[in-house]
């Protein structure tokens, strides 16, 4: 992976933009909360499949992901529940 702290730093931009906390992330893509927590600290890079829904979710949600950082790709955004917690429902 390119850039795997700029990455992670991505990630907590977006969950905080979107208000959602690790345990949420995870239960809406079916992982541990602990997957989420050590990608985060860059202890571990996520395996390719995990990324992907990962990404998907976000995007999903209506994030744009930069050079920078992290946008809303439309404001205000819309409410979004991740599909993993959509199937539980």
């Known amino acids: 992976m390119k850039d795997f702290s700029l990455l992670a730093a991505q990630i ?3 969950r905080a933009l979107l208000g959602w906390s690790q345990a949420y992330l ?3 893509i079916n ?3 602990a997957t989420i927590a050590d990608l985060e600290a860059c202890k571990h ?3 390719e499949a995990t ?3 990962l990404m998907n979710e ?4 209506g994030i744009n992901f930069t050079e920078r950082g992290v946008e809303f790709r439309k404001w205000p955004s819309k ?7 959509k199937r539980k429902r």
């Open 58 to 61: 976000l995007a999903a949600a």
């Open 45 to 47: 890079e996520p395996h």
């Open 51 to 53: 990324l992907s829904v």
């Open 26 to 28: 995870a239960e809406g």
């Open 12 to 14: 907590r931009a977006a």
């Open 79 to 85: 409410p979004y529940v991740p599909t993993g917690i």
């Open 31 to 33: 992982v541990r909360r």
